[in-house]
C-alpha cells in the first residue's frame, strides 16, 4: 500500500462541465475525508465517511457537490456544473477512527475552471 | 471558536540558517497537534504528531515544541535546504470528535535561498 491515491492529478475543465475525482484511501483505514484548498490557504473540510457512511458534509459543499464512498473503499467527489469558483486543489485523506491517528492526505487534484 | 492561527504568514531564509515557526491555537477539548509540510502543487506530509503530555519531538531537522498550557506550538527547522522551501502548516485535532475533527491554520509559506 502506497498510501492515499487520487486521481487526476489536474484537470482542467470548461465553466458548466461536470468532473468526478477519485480517492484510494489507505486500505486499512475506515475514515476518508475530502478537502478543498485555495491559494495561501489552509485546507477546508467539505465531507468525511466512514466505512460507505457519510457522516458530515461542510456548507461548503453546495448541491452541485456530490461525493459518495458505495463500498466503503475508493470515493468520488464529483462537481456539477463547474463554476471557476470551484478552481482549487481538492485533497483527500484518510485515517483510523480512533485516535485519528495515521490521518494521511493523497497529493490532491487540482482543478481549473476556464 | 477553534482556531489555529501561524505566524509569520510567510518567511524568506539562506541555506544553512535556521528557522522557527509559531503556531497559537484555540482548540478545544484538545487531542493531539500535528505539522505538516506542504510542496507546492502536492498534498500535505506529516512531520510530527504530539498529544497533550508531549513537549517536544523531533524529525531529523525538524524539532516541533507543544506548550498546552499556553496552547502555542513551534517547529524549529535547523540547518535549512533548499528543499525545506514549502508551506507549513499546523493542525489541531479534537479530542472525541466524530467529525471535522481536524482544525487547520492557514500555513506559514517558507523560502530557502541561496
Known amino acids: 500500500d502506497t498510501g492515499v491515491s487520487q486521481n487526476p492529478r489536474h484537470k482542467i475543465t470548461k465553466r458548466g462541465q461536470n468532473v468526478t475525482f477519485r480517492c484510494d484511501p489507505i486500505?486499512?483505514?475506515?475514515?476518508l475525508y475530502w478537502y478543498r484548498q485555495t491559494l495561501g490557504q489552509g485546507p477546508e473540510f467539505l465531507t468525511y465517511?466512514?466505512?460507505?457512511?457519510?457522516?458530515?458534509k461542510s456548507r461548503l459543499l453546495s448541491d452541485r457537490f456530490s461525493a459518495e464512498r458505495p463500498k466503503g473503499s475508493f470515493s468520488t467527489l464529483e462537481i456539477q456544473r463547474t463554476e471557476q469558483g470551484d478552481s482549487a486543489m481538492y485533497l483527500c485523506?484518510?485515517?483510523?477512527?480512533?485516535?485519528?491517528?495515521?490521518?494521511?492526505f493523497g497529493s490532491g487534484t487540482r482543478l481549473t475552471v476556464v | 471558536k477553534n482556531q489555529v492561527e501561524q505566524s509569520p504568514q510567510s518567511l524568506i531564509i539562506l541555506e544553512g540558517k535556521n528557522c522557527t515557526l509559531q503556531?497559537?491555537?484555540?482548540?478545544?477539548?484538545?487531542?493531539?497537534l500535528r505539522w505538516y509540510k506542504q510542496d507546492t502543487g502536492r498534498g500535505p506530509v506529516s512531520l510530527t504528531i504530539?498529544?497533550?503530555?508531549?513537549n517536544t519531538k523531533s524529525n531529523g531537522r525538524y524539532t516541533a515544541t507543544l506548550d498546552a498550557d499556553t496552547k502555542q506550538s513551534s517547529l524549529h527547522i535547523t540547518a535549512s535546504q533548499l528543499s525545506d522551501s514549502a508551506s507549513y502548516i499546523c493542525v489541531v485535532s479534537l479530542l472525541n470528535s466524530g467529525n471535522t475533527p481536524l482544525v487547520f491554520g492557514k500555513g506559514t509559506r517558507l523560502s530557502v535561498i541561496a
Open positions: 465517511f466512514q466505512n460507505e457512511a457519510q457522516l458530515e
Open positions: 485523506a484518510s485515517s483510523f477512527v480512533e485516535g485519528h491517528y495515521g490521518y494521511t
Open positions: 504530539m498529544t497533550f503530555s508531549e
Open positions: 503556531c497559537n491555537y484555540t482548540v478545544s477539548p484538545f487531542s493531539n
Open positions: 486500505s486499512e483505514h475506515n475514515r
